[in-house]
């Protein structure tokens, strides 16, 4: 039994973090932080937890968050990079949703996010939290960055064709589409219920900043080094509470199974479905799970590879791959807390 922190216990990824440590067995939650909220019962503010937490939200002051095993940051990005060099010394190990960690390089992190970063010292030990590709080191780690949303689909989509030489990697398009609690719970005009249903658009086209991140990551894989990876990245916000679809495009230059590729890739990944030839996944196939299904097409036999990648944004795009990295760093079963079947319809 761990005892686990979560500051910034009120967004979205906040409560689904909050409903899945509640069926883990070895999780005990010891507080869950915010200032607005603070003394006001976590099941009062969040009725849908109502009989699974007794606590209330404490200041992040005072919170206990230095006695927890493990702390998670559902917080904006900026609040982890000032928080986790203590933490870290005092012995907890943290998950961080944000960005605050996800590059390596900081003149990068620093251009997309406009400001100076508070923990540049941690950016070498800070691990990339996709366990897909950094399962070993994340087993080993004391600080983890969630990647993020958008990321998490289009990478999964990408990885068996970066990892090999069969398609053009300096041309490579992914289309996003997202429902409005990716962008978090807050007021902000876009995503009013007025402004955002019966609508469907493109936004931050000049560049997204989950474009860096991908690029990042996957230029860091194995085998991939003098390879140009270029991306083209193009998020969509749909009139839906969540998910993601995540369209892929690669021009082949060699042929192959790509079906078997991807089959191989993914064989022993507990939270990726690659199903069979010809589908065309849905968002609600995985609406509330720590899945993500892919698809591979190959329209008229021609020389361009689709691959369709759907996710829940807020469960594997965010909280669940964050206890999905909780087990591995304490060593626990590694879908523990997170075999929930899709909620349909």
Not at 27 to 37: C, D, F, P
Not at 143 to 172: F, K
Not at 182 to 206: P, Q
Request: hydrophobic content about 45%; glycine content about 8%.
């Amino acid at each position: 039994m761990i005892k686990v922190g979560v500051v910034g216990g009120t967004g979205y990824t906040g409560v689904e973090l909050l409903r899945i440590l509640a069926s883990h067995p070895q999780v005990q939650v010891m507080a869950v932080t915010s200032r607005a909220e603070a003394g006001v019962k976590v099941a009062d503010y969040f009725p849908s937890l109502r009989g699974r937490y007794d606590l209330a939200f404490s200041d992040p002051a005072s919170a206990p968050l230095k006695g927890c095993d493990c702390v998670f940051f559902a917080t904006p990005n900026g609040v982890a990079m000032s928080q986790a060099r203590a933490l870290l010394e005092s012995g907890a190990k943290i998950v961080d949703f944000s960005a605050d960690f996800r590059m390596k390089d900081r003149a990068t992190w620093e251009k997309w996010y406009k400001v100076a970063h508070a923990s540049p010292e941690l950016f070498a030990e800070a691990v990339y939290g996709l366990p897909e590709i950094n399962r070993d080191r994340i087993r080993k780690a004391r600080l983890v960055a969630n990647p993020g949303c958008y990321a998490t689909a289009v990478q999964l989509a990408l990885l068996p064709l970066v990892e090999s030489d069969h398609v053009d990697h300096a041309h490579l398009i992914a289309d996003a589409k997202s429902g409005v609690s990716g962008a978090g719970r807050k007021t902000e005009i876009e995503i009013l219920y007025s402004e955002a249903t019966d609508n469907f658009k493109a936004y931050a086209v000049k560049g997204h900043r989950h474009h860096p991140e991908i690029l990042e990551s996957l230029a860091a894989l194995e085998g991939t080094s003098g390879r140009k990876l270029g991306l083209t990245f193009v998020p969509h916000l749909v009139p839906m509470v969540r998910g993601i679809l995540a369209t892929v495009y690669a021009r082949i230059t060699k042929d192959a199974d790509f079906q078997a590729l991807f089959e191989k890739r993914y064989a022993k990944e507990p939270f990726v479905d690659v199903l069979p030839p010809g589908t065309q996944p849905e968002t609600r196939w995985v609406r509330g799970t720590n899945q993500c299904r892919i698809a591979i097409h190959r329209p008229m036999d021609a020389d361009t590879l689709v691959v369709l990648a759907v996710e829940d944004n807020l469960v594997k795009g965010a909280a669940g791959q964050a206890v999905q990295n909780m087990n591995l760093m304490f060593g626990f079963p590694e879908s523990q807390a997170l075999e929930h079947l899709a909620l349909v319809p």
